[in-house]
């Protein structure tokens, strides 16, 4: 999600759509394809997603 969509993080909230947003400024959007330049990043994300879906 480049910077200009980030005007579209509180429509979710809005429409009352659990959701949840991370953002990382540095990385393309298909860094998740990366995941051996940015494992870090990428254990993150997936960290975040399994929290996520456990609570709903």
Known sequence: MN???LVLVPVPRA???PH???H???L???FLNMEQLVAA???RTYQQI???LDRY
């Open 20 to 22: 949840q947003h991370l």
């Open 3 to 5: 910077a200009a969509s």
């Open 50 to 52: 399994a929290a996520f």
């Open 15 to 17: 429409a009352g759509v």
């Open 28 to 30: 393309v959007h298909a």
């Open 41 to 43: 990043e990428c254990a």
């Open 24 to 26: 990382f400024d540095d």
